[in-house]
């Protein structure tokens, strides 16, 4: 039962919360089945060894016979007549795409340089990768062509769990563990030839493989800029994406602007029917910063403690249905000294780090001209044509629980970006942009 109520609430969370954010073509929600548990149980033993190392430690369900039952989406979700053809799949995990705005951030390195760019430093001195990645995603989510390029480019270059391509289901770059990286462009040229240059006689060398990723990098850009839900995120206020800066300072294509003596960084801004647009909305329900939301938990914690059998009144662990929904439409950040205001902006924090750690899926088919009717959305490239479908996928709420780790996990990443990478930055660089900013001297009494 207890199995079951869990996988109710991600359905329901997927199907009453995320579809209003996301919209009803991007988010597959899936439906809970019952299987015979000696099923179960030869599928656990099958699988097994092909699970990758870190997941090994997470057992499977043996014994509740319940499961989900989602689609595959390294195919084609929109048009079942092309699934015959070959199929091309890009998985990508955006991240946080904007810098905090909230006036709690204590250090001010939160208000220049982005959460994802400070803690890959973290993560290479934890051993997790070998070398941190150039990708940045404020530059993916700008809207601006020339800086999604070098992202998606970047992503390529060092894909670590942020990136994967699949050819007819078969993982053929990426990693399947932390360590485990599969990147070696001229082996991606000659899957994803076929696709792109189907009857040419390009057939190998460097100038060869560029071309074949350029034109991969120029499709995944015009299908992230692409819409093919036209519902608008349900009766949500946009946050204004205006708050904030629009670049991080650790940005590598920002750093080559300042080599090259340019300071103005281009931000087009993100259609607003497109997927990245309504992924970054609901990552910005994060108004107020880990830091400014910590004592929000704190004061829920305190109730709980004093009232703990509200909290299903309060429905932390669900139901996630429409009424939960509408509670996440407030979007003052005015404390009126409530626990009513604190739980909101708690719930708000956690749908917004389920956004911040959701991936995208782009499926692509090639298609014939004579094929492409207007209902279809099709992208072009220069000697081929793709129906494509976009889904969005790991939406599952990200738990109450897990607040406190949040607060000293962003703790140690500023911590650690503050000692061992800004104290040893080219001097020149921490003069970034200094004209524009406002700068207050500081006198300390001796």
């Not at 994802?116 to 990708?135: D, I, T």
């Not at 009766?235 to 940005?251: F, H, L, N, W």
């Not at 749908?351 to 959701?358: E, F, L, S, V, Y």
Request: proline fraction near 5%.
């Amino acid at each position: 039962e207890e199995i079951l109520h869990h996988l109710q609430n991600i359905v329901d969370f997927g199907k009453h919360v995320m579809k209003q954010f996301f919209g009803e073509n991007y988010v597959h929600h899936g439906e809970i089945i019952q299987l015979p548990l000696d099923f179960v149980r030869q599928l656990c033993l099958k699988i097994q060894p092909e699970r990758p190392e870190s997941r090994c430690d997470k057992d499977m369900d043996t014994l509740s016979g319940y499961a989900m039952c989602l689609p595959n989406l390294t195919r084609l979700q929109t048009y079942r007549f092309v699934e015959h053809r070959p199929i091309l799949c890009i998985e990508i995990k955006p991240k946080c795409g904007f810098i905090p705005f909230s006036s709690h951030v204590s250090q001010e390195i939160k208000h220049k340089v982005c959460r994802y760019c400070m803690h890959q430093h973290l993560k290479v001195a934890n051993g997790k990768w070998k070398r941190p990645s150039k990708y940045c995603p404020l530059d993916l989510f700008s809207g601006n062509k020339q800086r999604m390029h070098f992202a998606l480019k970047s992503l390529l270059q060092e894909a670590q769990n942020n990136l994967k391509i699949f050819k007819n289901g078969e993982l053929i770059y990426g990693c399947k563990d932390d360590q485990d990286c599969v990147s070696d462009w001229n082996e991606l040229a000659c899957h994803l030839k076929p696709f792109f240059f189907p009857s040419n006689g390009l057939v190998s060398g460097p100038h060869c493989t560029r071309t074949i990723v350029k034109e991969l990098i120029h499709v995944i850009t015009m299908t992230l800029l692409s819409s093919t839900d036209a519902c608008r995120a349900g009766d949500m206020k946009t946050v204004p994406i205006s708050q904030g800066r629009s670049y991080c300072e650790a940005s590598a294509f920002n750093k080559e602007l300042v080599r090259n003596g340019k300071h103005k960084l281009e931000s087009s801004g993100l259609p607003r029917d497109c997927l990245l647009y309504k992924t970054l909305q609901a990552q910005m329900l994060d108004m107020l910063d880990i830091e400014g939301l910590y004592p929000l938990y704190s004061r829920v914690e305190q109730y709980l403690e004093e009232f703990p059998e509200e909290r299903s009144t309060l429905q932390i662990d669900g139901p996630y249905n429409e009424a939960f929904y509408e509670k996440l439409l407030d979007l003052s950040t005015e404390d009126d000294g409530t626990v009513a205001f604190a739980l909101t902006k708690v719930q708000q924090y956690r749908i917004a780090m389920t956004a911040k750690d959701c991936s995208i899926m782009i499926a692509l088919s090639p298609c014939l001209q004579d094929e492409c009717s207007e209902q279809r959305p099709v992208v072009l490239t220069s000697k081929s044509r793709f129906t494509f479908s976009v889904s969005v996928l790991d939406l599952d709420l990200k738990p109450y629980e897990s607040i406190p780790h949040q607060y000293k996990l962003d703790g140690k990443i500023v911590n650690y970006y503050l000692k061992n990478v800004q104290a040893k930055d080219d001097p020149v660089m921490s003069n970034l942009f200094k004209e524009n900013e406002d700068c207050t001297l500081v006198l300390h009494k001796v």
